[in-house]
């Protein structure tokens, strides 16, 4: 039985790689931070299916120990401080988590075991001011936030790390990735909880920034499938993962609002306080090297992730009228 660690397995990504190595007959362990109050929300169906241990990512020795303990096959890394917003609010944190933390993890393999395989979560943010559409594996990074500098940071120390130490050691470029487990903070999330909020009568409207914005959306339970085939090549590589469709917050707005029976441009709203210090105007990812070397393609389309999501808020938000 192979045994595999998850750091973020209580995150979106997390809790669907999470299911996707239990079904693969992984032995599955999760890293988690100590808090005063737990938050396994997206994990609670198969909690007891999984094992968390303690470690934090700013905290090198907790996560020496961890894998000592563990011994995992694979590592899949996906903490981080990932809410772009917040990176500007916080940007020393971010760097933190979401750079020194891929280093912190990195040097406990090298310290520990090199033979153990490595995922790290890069971003297609790390894209930003792009050079050219669409982006792949060999398009010049120009991030426009704090989380963008730092996953590029995390993504170049992968590289580093693999090519000095000869560990396997592999990084996803995922592009946007959605589904009803993302937080209420995401924009795609926020969408549809408000469509659903103001279909039942809770709200009136919904604030939003840049409604031209583009972005590639998938489905993250499709995107996890790439990160696991990542580590079963032979060789550690880098790959963006993407559907190779962009569309805008607006036709998003107008999808998930249409599936309720409503007309966006009824209730939503530009915010100029929501807009970002520097906009990420147009990502549109090449997958081309995803789909001929790992065989992955995504399954789920926009309309049917916008569809999912919208769906699953209506559910959600029905016992708040009861409530009234």
């Given at each position: 039985?192979?045994?595999?660690?998850?750091?973020?397995?209580?995150?979106?990504?997390?809790?669907?790689?999470?299911?996707?190595?239990?079904?693969?007959?992984?032995?599955?362990?999760?890293?988690?931070?100590?808090?005063?109050?737990?938050?396994?929300?997206?994990?609670?169906?198969?909690?007891?299916?999984?094992?968390?241990?303690?470690?934090?990512?700013?905290?090198?020795?907790?996560?020496?120990?961890?894998?000592?303990?563990?011994?995992?096959?694979?590592?899949?890394?996906?903490?981080?401080?990932?809410?772009?917003?917040?990176?500007?609010?916080?940007?020393?944190?971010?760097?933190?988590?979401?750079?020194?933390?891929?280093?912190?993890?990195?040097?406990?393999?090298?310290?520990?075991?090199?033979?153990?395989?490595?995922?790290?979560?890069?971003?297609?943010?790390?894209?930003?001011?792009?050079?050219?559409?669409?982006?792949?594996?060999?398009?010049?990074?120009?991030?426009?936030?704090?989380?963008?500098?730092?996953?590029?940071?995390?993504?170049?120390?992968?590289?580093?790390?693999?090519?000095?130490?000869?560990?396997?050691?592999?990084?996803?470029?995922?592009?946007?990735?959605?589904?009803?487990?993302?937080?209420?903070?995401?924009?795609?999330?926020?969408?549809?909880?408000?469509?659903?909020?103001?279909?039942?009568?809770?709200?009136?409207?919904?604030?939003?920034?840049?409604?031209?914005?583009?972005?590639?959306?998938?489905?993250?339970g499709d995107y996890v499938e790439a990160i696991w085939r990542?580590?079963?090549?032979?060789?550690?590589?880098?790959?963006?993962?993407?559907?190779?469709?962009?569309?805008?917050?607006?036709?998003?707005?107008?999808?998930?609002?249409?599936?309720?029976?409503?007309?966006?441009?009824?209730?939503?709203?530009?915010?100029?306080?929501?807009?970002?210090?520097?906009?990420?105007?147009?990502?549109?990812?090449?997958?081309?090297?995803?789909?001929?070397?790992?065989?992955?393609?995504?399954?789920?389309?926009?309309?049917?992730?916008?569809?999912?999501?919208?769906?699953?808020?209506?559910?959600?938000?029905?016992?708040?009228?009861?409530?009234?």
């Amino acid at each position: 039985m192979k045994k595999a660690l998850i750091t973020g397995i209580t995150g979106q990504d997390g809790s669907y790689l999470a299911e996707l190595l239990l079904s693969k007959g992984y032995q599955v362990f999760g890293m988690v931070r100590r808090a005063s109050t737990e938050n396994f929300e997206r994990i609670e169906h198969i909690r007891d299916t999984i094992e968390l241990r303690q470690a934090d990512l700013l905290d090198q020795l907790s996560i020496i120990n961890l894998i000592k303990e563990i011994r995992p096959d694979e590592i899949y890394n996906l903490a981080a401080q990932s809410f772009v917003p917040t990176s500007w609010e916080q940007p020393l944190l971010t760097a933190e988590f979401t750079a020194l933390g891929v280093c912190r993890v990195l040097e406990a393999i090298r310290l520990v075991d090199r033979g153990i395989k490595f995922y790290q979560a890069s971003s297609s943010e790390m894209f930003g001011k792009v050079k050219e559409v669409p982006q792949n594996e060999n398009t010049p990074f120009y991030p426009r936030s704090p989380y963008g500098v730092s996953k590029v940071y995390g993504h170049y120390l992968t590289i580093n790390y693999r090519e000095s130490y000869d560990l396997y050691a592999s990084s996803g470029i995922l592009f946007n990735h959605e589904s009803p487990r993302r937080g209420l903070e995401f924009i795609s999330r926020k969408i549809a909880h408000g469509a659903a909020r103001i279909k039942l009568g809770l709200d009136k409207e919904l604030r939003l920034g840049n409604l031209d914005a583009e972005r590639d959306w998938g489905f993250a339970g499709d995107y996890v499938e790439a990160i696991w085939r990542m580590l079963q090549q032979e060789r550690p590589d880098d790959y963006v993962v993407a559907t190779g469709v962009k569309h805008s917050v607006r036709e998003l707005a107008r999808l998930a609002f249409l599936h309720v029976g409503l007309d966006y441009e009824d209730f939503v709203v530009t915010d100029k306080k929501l807009l970002r210090p520097a906009e990420v105007d147009h990502l549109l990812g090449d997958a081309t090297k995803a789909r001929t070397r790992l065989g992955w393609k995504p399954n789920v389309s926009f309309e049917e992730l916008v569809r999912m999501m919208v769906e699953a808020d209506l559910e959600k938000v029905k016992p708040q009228i009861a409530r009234r």
